[in-house]
């Protein structure tokens, strides 16, 4: 059984540290050894990220792979002393209580769930269906007596069918009002890293907002941004610099990994 209080206590650490101005910044990870790197580093959370560890297994990033990303969350959760916040996709089609039952038992105390609908060729979900989904999950997670960081991932910037930025825009707020309601402790529009655009939505919402890096990141901390994710681009970037590597170990380079 999930020790209710220690996860309690984890969930509470994970929220004080979303403050508008003050990001905190994720490098996320996909396995163990990642976990106890970044905390090693002086992380004072491990962030996963699901299509990277959809990529560790060699499995899928379109909400269907549910046994095998809970095994691999609880295997990171294992091995750090910190509170984890997992990317869990659009949550395996689990009811509400099954999500948090499953979330606590693999000891995470914090989540991204996303907006897209895999199902019908990486559309949008209904809206008001997903704030509906989230406000459950608050309510699963409130009887347990694990408040759990719900971090809401809006996918219009994505995904919108125009690629129109103004209408994804409009599209992001109209999401993240509806999600923020719900129980949502702050939003993700993924893509969303410009500075001027992040002010604009941070000062709509007042709400801690969580963006994607763009350099410096001080000027996303100006913007007001509450958490940077740098998501799959860590489990990119080290892939790539693998094949690199052993790429000029293979051409006879034997300094590639000195």
């Known amino acids: 059984m999930p020790d209710i209080a220690r996860l309690d206590a984890a969930a509470q650490r994970l929220r ?29 959370v491990v ?43 659009g949550g395996y089609d689990l009811t509400p209580d099954d999500f948090v039952e499953a979330l606590l038992a693999a000891g995470a105390v914090g989540c991204n769930i996303e907006d897209t609908d895999h199902s019908a060729g990486d559309r949008l979900l209904d809206a008001e269906d997903r704030a509906a989904y989230l406000a459950a999950v608050r309510d699963a997670a409130d009887r347990r ?16 069918p125009r690629r129109d930025p103004a209408a994804a825009m409009d599209e992001v ?16 529009p993924i ?3 410009d500075p001027a655009l992040v002010a604009q939505v941070v000062n709509d919402l007042g709400r801690p907002v969580n963006v994607n890096p763009s350099e410096p990141l001080a000027s996303l901390a100006e913007a007001g941004a509450a ?11 080290m892939t790539g610099e693998l094949q690199r590597r052993t790429a000029r170990v293979l051409a006879g380079d034997a300094t590639a990994f000195a």
């Open 191 to 193: 893509g969303l890293r």
């Open 227 to 237: 958490r940077i994710s740098l998501g799959g681009g860590v489990h990119m970037w």
């Open 145 to 160: 007596g694990v408040r759990v960081v719900l971090n809401a991932r809006i996918d219009a910037i994505i995904r919108h």
């Open 16 to 44: 004080d540290l979303h403050q508008i101005g003050r990001p905190l910044v994720l490098v996320n990870v996909w396995d163990a050894a990642g976990a106890r790197a970044v905390v090693a580093a002086g992380s004072p």
């Open 173 to 188: 707020l109209r999401r993240a009002h509806l999600y923020l309601d719900a129980g949502a402790d702050c939003v993700y």
């Open 47 to 89: 962030a996963t990220s699901s299509v990277a560890m959809a990529a560790a297994r060699g499995g899928s990033d379109t909400n269907r792979d549910r046994d095998a990303a809970f095994a691999q969350l609880g295997q990171i959760t294992a091995a750090v002393d910190v509170p984890v916040t997992a990317d869990l996709e």
